[in-house]
């Protein structure tokens, strides 16, 4: 190599080490963490220093489940309603999980994990868990119905294994089931690295049905957020030592009933009251306005650089809580043979296509007829359609914006 192509190639080096834009870019890894039935006045109330400090590199804000209340998204606050609000995004008038006996999930609503496994197959999910059903019923490992969808990595089960978890009335071997599940989990990212991982602890929910607001649940919040510093440790470890943008997102899948904190399932503001800690950089309006679980799946997605199909985006009832967005927070009210449709505007820039539909053949797996019925600019925030000569029953409306979509329903 002659004395002009060494002085190029050096400037060359010297250019990329000074400029990381044009550098690789680090790889992108996500882990999601619901930790059960934790309201977030009683979080707030504990000391969880490592909670506060996975929130100091990005945010916590209360949110909710649920549903809309009093309509047809309304959702029972129960934990595998939850789980499955977060992993397909939608509400259970779509998902079909509505208890957790789990008896007929509708898969064609597909799960954070299929979308990333359909774009990215060589890339690897894991799922730690205490509880089986999450993974073998709401992801539907190797069923028919997913696709055969398979998880690169599977930690659960123990809660099947009396032998060396012999089950007591006062739940420690849920905790003991816990801390495996946890430790299992930091050990693998910190080794493994897996692209899209989801961890469930179930011990902090069995202290609140026995004990409900006392020292005992307390105690186990506390020992929680012990396994968060876990767990975000390896992350750290992965950072630090590897080109790594990791995501990590904990949250709850339901609050505790206002009487003594035992119970949950009903939509009353304490049972409905979650949070969400992460350490996401560019959080943006929606997660500062009580966000929904079903938000944390197109957040993801975000991270992960999956996309949804159009038809399936039409159906996902979150948006993500990071990065630019166009619309939030729509009405739609049908009178006197129009549809009003309303919106906020977070940016002004560009146009709402609006979309609707009469029929809901997707959740049976076929398609639906959407008419586009205007196209208006976003700082509009308002709309009238005509509908008096389409059937009348159940409406779709899409506002489909340059940075997300919006959807509601009209059932009568």
């Known amino acids: 190599m002659n004395l002009k192509y060494i002085i190029i190639a050096a400037f060359l080096a010297v250019g990329l080490a000074s400029n990381p834009s044009l550098a690789q870019p680090r790889v992108k890894k996500t882990v999601f963490v619901i930790v059960d039935g934790i309201s977030n006045d009683v979080l707030e109330k504990i000391q969880k220093p490592n909670l506060d400090l996975i929130a100091r590199q990005g945010g916590y804000t209360r949110a909710h489940v649920g549903g809309e209340k009093g309509t047809y998204s309304q959702t029972p606050t129960i934990s595998a309603v939850g789980y499955n ?5 939608t509400w259970v008038n779509k998902h079909n999980v509505w208890d957790n006996d789990i008896k ?9 994990f299929r979308f990333f496994k359909e774009q990215y197959p060589a890339k690897r999910s894991a799922v730690f868990s205490t509880w089986l059903d999450n993974r073998t019923k709401l992801v539907g490992d190797g069923l ?8 690169d990595y599977t930690f659960d089960g123990f809660e099947l294994d009396t032998i060396h978890f012999p089950h007591d009335k006062l739940k420690d071997y849920i905790h003991k089931i816990d801390e495996k599940v946890v430790d299992e989990a930091a050990s693998y990212i910190k080794s493994n690295s897996p692209d899209l991982s989801w961890v469930y602890l179930e011990y902090t929910d069995d202290m609140g049905h026995k004990y409900g607001d006392s020292d005992q649940f307390h105690n186990a919040i506390r020992m929680m957020d012990k396994q968060m510093g876990r767990l975000w440790e390896a992350v750290q470890y992965r950072e630090k030592n590897f080109k790594e943008d990791w995501l990590v997102v904990i949250t709850t899948d339901h609050g505790r009933d206002a009487k003594d904190g035992k119970g949950h399932g009903g939509q ?5 009251s979650t949070w969400i800690v992460t350490n996401a950089k560019d959080l943006n309006v929606n997660f500062r306005s009580n966000p929904g679980v079903v938000d944390i799946m197109p957040t993801i997605a975000r991270h992960m650089d999956v996309s949804f199909p159009k038809e399936q985006a039409f159906e996902v009832d979150g948006v993500s809580l990071t990065g630019k967005i166009s619309i939030l927070d729509p009405v739609v009210k049908k009178e006197n043979g129009k549809i009003n449709v309303s919106w906020k505007a977070v940016t002004k820039e560009g146009n709402v296509k609006v979309w609707l539909s009469t029929t809901n053949h997707f959740e049976e797996g076929g398609r639906d007829l959407y008419y586009l019925m205007d196209e208006i600019p976003a700082g509009n925030e308002r709309v009238t359609l005509d509908i008096s000569k389409l059937p009348a029953g159940f409406y779709k409306i899409v506002l489909e914006a340059k940075y997300n979509n919006l959807n509601r329903w009209i059932v009568e």
């Open 268 to 272: 009353s503001d304490r049972e409905r």
């Open 85 to 89: 609000s977060l992993l397909t995004g």
């Open 144 to 151: 028919p119905q997913t696709d055969k969808l398979k998880t």
């Open 104 to 112: 007929a999930p509708n898969y064609n609503y597909w799960t954070i």
